[in-house]
């Protein structure tokens, strides 16, 4: 029972020759193709896909084994990059540019016989929470196409809970792929900081990003995680632990597991149904044998504004290289100078121009020490806080986002309120930690709420032990509504 | 070295007019620091796999991390660290943890718009540098960062604010790069051009760097100030940039102080500044005031770790250093009985093991020391240091004559050998005192009233006569008798003549 879940399944089927690499991809193109209407991809890569999928059906026939996820669709956000296809990071500035090299998770997929289907929409260079600060227009929750799929990795998100892929791989800098895998009622994870090698994802704050995966089940989640971990001579900031028995965690009951509910993401700012789901998480997790209780990590209250000037200020250099010098759009002006303003005036959306702006305000001299040097201490006191807390508990518990699914333009008025929808999620990335968002039934409007379990530092064995506790729970545990969490449990 | 009076190494200014707070007679000082760029010789660049090497058509050495493309990530390189290192212990400084920052700033021919260097924890922090002089400037840092790559602005003024286009070539970008910072303990154009020259060379001892200011691999920026004489406050310092070569910087040092005086000496201010040294010019002119100075918002970098070093590779390193010039001079000057200045020359050469065996071997070190100095600027060649002492030995035994022995001496560096064989090939037997005084008693009946001439005139005649009596003997032995020789030989022989001279 262990790594499952639709891509598990096909994989199987694959190696053991019973079903085509071939068909699964056809059916997955066919279902991008005819989910048109929810802006999920940037670009898909149908003939190359095809002919990889072929390739695999072939290694079976010979007798190989292509790998644990033979024959699997996967998209990915559009911020990896892929020799193969445009990397736009659905941004202007970055038209018409095709990577001349594969991210390394993108070489560690294909290792493993995964099938890269297509580039997912996001909010531009994964700056925003709904997906609507993409250049090429949003993407659409399949669950409700009035509302936004969340955000940064939308696309992502999208394609896996619109059945379009079983799995996603997108970068989580603040929450980016745990909300939208909260909205969308699907597994969205955070790995470890260092799990995962960044080389090939186009940075938006280095210290903060960190690529995972997004799967249907908890199961496919983890199979897709063991597949892209590892360390990488190509990121200086990846590390060799090892990964721990994931397939014996994903299989262990929560009995006695210390489950601690962290009060200051679980009250003041999260809607009332999303904080009822959260409570029934706890009532299950109880029910289980697992000791749940509250715990404070005081500093989580500070995590937003501290990721608010961090991500920023790393963000404000990692894009200074769109200079129009290189690569992809230039707009051509009088001189060099003029032609870097005027590239860069018409290449970036207003999002990331403002937190370029704040990135480069709480960088200068005379505002580093209040600002920027200010957000390292609450960095610090982050993790000594939620060090305290894994003294008492083995994993934590949180709301992934403060609300359901939202509507278009409910928060694009006001940036402070669509920051808010990180709230619950950026002390993780802060801290370097693994987080998970499991599909907990559903709330206001039958849409579905994500409870997010966090865990210490390479941790990710015992997280998964309880996100996967969750996910059988929730088959327990009286529902709301049916519709949403089916949808979040699609096979 | 200068066009216009009073710029010496060692001479003295004076404001030519009274100025606000400077008067008239005011002795200035030139007061300068050093950040001197060194590419350091590793085989690759300092975070990615193209090749670290000059030259090659434009844009070939390259790879996606040096060219900042989206994505890619920087991996240090460890022969670089190595390298800073080794440049860190031979300068005598402390070599601690350190961290990269990223410097901010747009310029095309920077790939990321920012530059990965170090910035408040550099790898190598204090340390000196002692000169020939025997002056010792002090060390503030030396760190590790990455070069950016070369524009070449085309139409206007060459600049890229005015350019037609500018062509961007990045085979240099992300080649790794040491800046070493001196203290403001230089005090004259001559001084910065010895510092210069013994940093080089300890780069060189090392293994560091190549070295060529003239292909750019050593690169000087100079900040430079100036302060009545005496004064222990600093004046307000210009950065002058685009010194290619030691003539520059001698040149622009003086100019830049120059301007400097004469603003003081009207009554004016210096300005803080950045200048550009303009080689055909001769002058420096202003690049950028204080006020539009970059605000490069250096923060860590977070693509890479801390840099620790091991203890035990920073001991290997240093138990792998070889002599340093410095040490050397100080080995040979023991060894010589001579200051370390006087034999700065032969180490500079590498002249330096040669003089101590010679001298260890039994030479007159002064004369070890003259004939290096003297006959060997263009190498030692096959010469051994036995083979110089023997023939420091054959001189003062009065074997050869001075002419003798710097033919002997060019040909033992041309083809080896000992220098007796080598005497012995070319002829040059010296002519036995006893054959000698034969040779000059038929020279005397040959020329006798010349003899009486050198045996009984005034001071002047004798001086002359001795001359042309030299000359003969010279001439009748093909040049190999012994100078000193012949004229003890001429004393001796007029003194008799003198005492047993007929009434």
Redesign the interface.
């Given at each position: 029972m262990s790594f499952d879940g639709p891509a598990a399944r096909i994989a199987a089927a694959v190696r053991a020759g019973e079903r085509s690499a071939t068909s699964a991809v056809a059916e997955s193109l066919a279902a991008i193709d005819a989910a048109g209407e929810l802006g999920a991809f940037n670009a898909v890569t149908a003939d190359a896909a095809l002919a990889r999928a072929e390739a695999i059906d072939d290694a079976v026939a010979a007798g190989d084994d292509p790998g644990p996820l033979a024959g699997a669709p996967v998209a990915l956000k559009d911020?990896?990059?892929t020799s193969g296809a445009p990397?736009t990071?659905s941004s202007r500035i970055?038209e018409g540019?095709t990577?001349?090299?594969d991210?390394t998770v993108v070489r560690r997929l294909e290792a493993a016989g995964a099938v890269v289907v297509g580039k997912t929409n996001m909010d531009e260079f994964a700056m925003g929470s709904s997906t609507e600060n993409s250049a090429f227009g949003p993407t659409r929750n399949p669950l409700d196409p009035e509302r936004v799929p969340g955000g940064s990795s939308g696309g992502s998100a999208a394609s896996v809970a619109g059945g379009l892929t079983p799995l996603a791989l997108a970068s989580d800098t603040g929450g980016s792929i745990r909300q939208p895998a909260a909205l969308c009622g699907i597994v969205g994870m955070k790995p470890t900081y260092g799990r995962v090698s960044?080389?090939?994802?186009?940075?938006f704050?280095?210290?903060l990003d960190q690529i995972g995966p997004m799967a249907r089940t908890v199961g496919d989640a983890a199979l897709l995680y063991s597949v892209i971990a590892g360390c990488d001579?190509?990121?200086?900031?990846s590390v060799p632990e090892p990964l721990g028995d994931l397939n014996g965690a994903l299989a262990a009951d929560v009995d006695g597991l210390r489950v601690g509910i962290v009060s200051e993401l679980s009250g003041e700012g999260i809607d009332g149904d999303v904080l009822s789901r959260l409570d029934a998480a706890a009532t299950a997790l109880t029910g289980a044998g697992a000791y749940v209780g509250e715990v404070s990590v005081p500093a989580a209250v500070y995590g937003l504004s501290a990721y608010f000037l961090i991500a920023p200020?790393?963000a404000?250099?990692n894009l200074?290289?769109y200079?129009g010098?290189?690569?992809g759009l230039r707009v051509p002006a009088a001189?060099?100078?003029d032609m870097?303003v005027a590239t860069r005036t018409a290449g970036f959306g207003d999002e990331v121009k403002r937190r370029i702006m704040l990135g480069?305000f709480v960088?200068?001299?005379g505002y580093?020490d209040a600002y920027?040097a200010k957000a390292l201490q609450v960095r610090t006191l982050v993790v000594r806080d939620f060090a305290a807390a894994y003294e008492r508990f083995d994993v934590l518990l949180a709301p992934t986002s403060p609300s359901v699914a939202f509507r278009f333009g409910e928060r694009t008025a006001d940036p402070l309120t669509m920051y808010l929808s990180d709230a619950c999620t950026v002390a993780s990335n802060l801290a370097g930690h693994p987080a998970v968002s499991v599909p907990f039934g559903s709330g206001a409007d039958g849409l579905p709420v994500g409870v997010q379990v966090m865990a210490p530092a390479f941790g990710e064995d015992v997280m998964f032990r309880a996100a996967a506790a969750l996910e059988r729970l929730l088959a327990d545990v009286p529902r709301p509504d049916g519709a949403a969490a089916t949808a979040a449990a699609k096979p | 070295m200068s066009d216009r009076p009073g710029f010496g190494a060692d001479r003295v200014w004076q404001s030519g007019s009274p100025g606000l707070g400077a008067p008239a007679g005011t002795e200035w000082e030139m007061v300068v620091g050093l950040e001197v760029h060194a590419e350091l010789l590793t085989a690759t660049k300092l975070f990615s796999a193209s090749p670290n090497a000059f030259g090659g058509q434009p844009n070939t050495h390259i790879d996606p991390v040096c060219l900042g493309l989206p994505g890619t990530l920087p991996v240090l390189n460890r022969r670089a660290v190595e390298l800073a290192i080794r440049v860190g212990l031979a300068l005598g400084a402390e070599v601690r943890p350190s961290i990269f920052a990223r410097k901010n700033y747009y310029y095309p021919d920077m790939p990321k718009n920012y530059q990965i260097s170090q910035y408040d924890r550099p790898i190598n922090t204090g340390g000196s540098l002692e000169l020939p002089s025997g002056k010792v400037v002090g060390i503030v840092r030396a760190h590790l960062e990455e070069d950016t790559g070369k524009s070449t602005h085309v139409g206007g003024a060459g600049r890229i604010d005015d350019a037609a286009w500018s062509l961007v070539d990045y085979n240099r970008a992300g080649v790794p790069l040491l800046e070493i910072v001196s203290h403001p303990d230089l005090r004259s154009a001559a001084e910065a051009r010895e510092y210069v020259t013994e940093l080089r060379a300890t780069l060189l001892a090392v293994g560091a760097s190549d070295g060529k200011m003239e292909e750019g691999s050593l690169r000087v920026d100079a900040n430079v100030s100036v302060r009545p004489r005496g004064s222990a406050e600093l004046g307000t310092r210009c950065e002058v940039k685009n010194v290619n070569s030691l003539r520059s910087l001698g040149r622009a040092l003086e100019h830049e102080a120059r301007r400097q005086i004469d603003l003081l000496s009207s009554g004016q201010r210096v300005a803080q500044e950045t200048r550009h040294w303009n080689e055909d010019t001769g002058r420096t002119s202003l690049l950028r005031s204080k006020e539009e100075a970059t605000d490069y918002r250096y923060f860590p970098e977070p693509d890479l770790v801390p840099l620790v070093p091991e203890p035990a590779l920073i001991e290997r390193i240093r138990a792998d250093l070889p002599l340093l010039p410095r040490q050397r001079r100080h080995r040979l000057a023991a060894a010589a009985g001579q200051s370390p200045a006087r034999v700065a020359l032969l180490v500079e050469r590498g002249q330096d093991d040669l003089a101590l065996a010679a001298v260890e071997a039994g030479a007159t070190p002064e004369s070890v020391l003259k004939h290096l100095e003297q006959h060997l600027a263009d190498g030692a060649g096959a010469l051994t240091a036995a083979g110089l002492a023997g023939l420091i030995a054959m001189e003062q035994r009065g074997e050869l004559s001075s002419n003798q022995s710097k033919a002997v001496l060019a040909e033992m560096v041309r083809s080896g050998g000992s220098p007796s064989e080598v005497a012995q090939r070319a002829g040059f037997e010296a002519v036995a005192a006893g054959e000698l005084a034969g040779v000059l008693e038929r020279i005397i009946a040959e020329h006798p009233a010349e003899w009486q001439r050198l045996c009984t005139g005034d001071e002047r005649e004798r001086k002359k006569m001795q001359g042309f009596f030299t000359g003969q003997v010279m001439r009748a032995t093909k040049g190999q008798a012994n100078g000193r020789d012949v004229a003890a030989l001429l004393e001796d022989r007029a003194g008799t003549s003198a005492d047993s001279a007929p009434g």
């Open positions: 911020n990896i990059c990397t990071c970055l540019w990577p001349p090299y991210a960044r080389y090939g994802l186009v940075a704050a280095s210290s001579p190509l990121d200086s900031t200020a790393e404000s250099s200074a290289r200079d010098v290189r690569y001189g060099a100078v870097n480069t960088l200068s001299a580093y920027y | -």
